[in-house]
């Protein structure tokens, strides 16, 4: 059987340990009843079944009992949030009390910058990827200014090479070696989510180290996605949205990290509220800011137990799975994905996303050789979901939860006729 054929695809989803996963989500339709190629993992998680259950046992909760619930088990609202620990902890790679599940993506990496971002008038820069993700790019941008910094001289954007689309790994460690004593913080992406390149954390945040600056990551397109072992590599902090491969729904409840060689310290500044508190003595409601042990400490706010649940009912899935099986799983998919696609003639794309294995997760990036707007369009018409992002790039991500190598066969059908 050849690559191409479709019994070969139809082979491999008989042979895969977890295709019995994808019943348990929602999978869109279109308007005629049918599931739809969804493909836009890396964007919006589809809904696990389960999520409705889970909400409706808060709102039951809720019903019954009003602020009883804070207390009443199972899970009551006061400790919700601490259900996340271990399984949050197991799919970035840190310890349960290196992470906490608390606001969102951007809100969290302006309080952890309060913290790790402590320029002084010698070492104020930061280092981030170019073409980061806007919101990350406002957020140093905006942390510098708050410091009195000028962003043009204080952010710098690293991009790759003249007429390379991705990073250099050397490059990215030549450039930290060069800001040398006037880096205070290098804050990259895990993986960049125009490119879909997957960085070496381990080595970045060590070439950070090196030249006394601090390194945060920010893993929205990386949590759920790739292998992770944020304890180990080292890095300061890190912080991610669950929404996207982490399937928790629409603005859900974002995660952090802090390492361990952070916690406890009193010499941190911190924006701090009551939930960062010690919990057994947190409702003495006393004047003095007691911090708990763990990243915890960070928290402001009571948490938003119905986001949350829906966050659970995901997580169980991921755990239930096993980590590892995911990203096996995800390396044939999106391998096969990528043998199809560049199969494909002609010079109508290239695909930028690195071709080895172990420098890219689910998504791969399509950028078109002529009018992407065109072909995105033709591909919805055909009922695929993916997305486009400018200037010229189509992103697809098969996830291993949910996606099929019969869909991934049939989305270079698709394409195939549609740059034809
Ligand atoms: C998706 C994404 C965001 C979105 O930020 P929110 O605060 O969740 O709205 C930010 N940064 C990166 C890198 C992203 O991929």
Redesign the pocket.
Known sequence: MKLTDLDYARQLDREDPLRDFRQRFHIPTNAAGEPVLYLCG??LGLQPRGVTDALQAELEKWARLGVDGHFAEPNPWYSYHEIFNEPMASVVGARPEEVVVMN??????HLLMVSFYRPTPQRYKILIEGG?????LY?VQSQARVHGFEPDDAIVELFPRQGEKTLRQEDIEAAIAREGDALALVLF?GV??YTGQLFDMGAITEAGHRVGALVGF????AAGNVPLKLHQWGPDFAA??S??YLNSGP?GV?GVFVHERHLGRADIPRFEGWWGTDPSTRFEMGPRFQPQAGAGAWQLSNAPVLPMAALKASLELFCEAGMQALHQKSARLTGYLHELVTSIGAGAFEVITPAEPEARGCQLSILASGDGELLHQRLMEADVICDYRRPNVIRVAPTPLYNTFEEVWRFWKILEESVS
Do not use: Q
């Not at 969102?104 to 990496?109: E, M, Q």
């Not at 920010?218 to 397109?221: E, F, G, R, T, V």
């Open positions: 890396n964007s969102s993506l951007t809100t969290n990496l980061a993700f806007p919101s990350d957020a992406g960049n989510y920010d893993l929205a397109h991610w949205c929404y996207k603005g974002a």
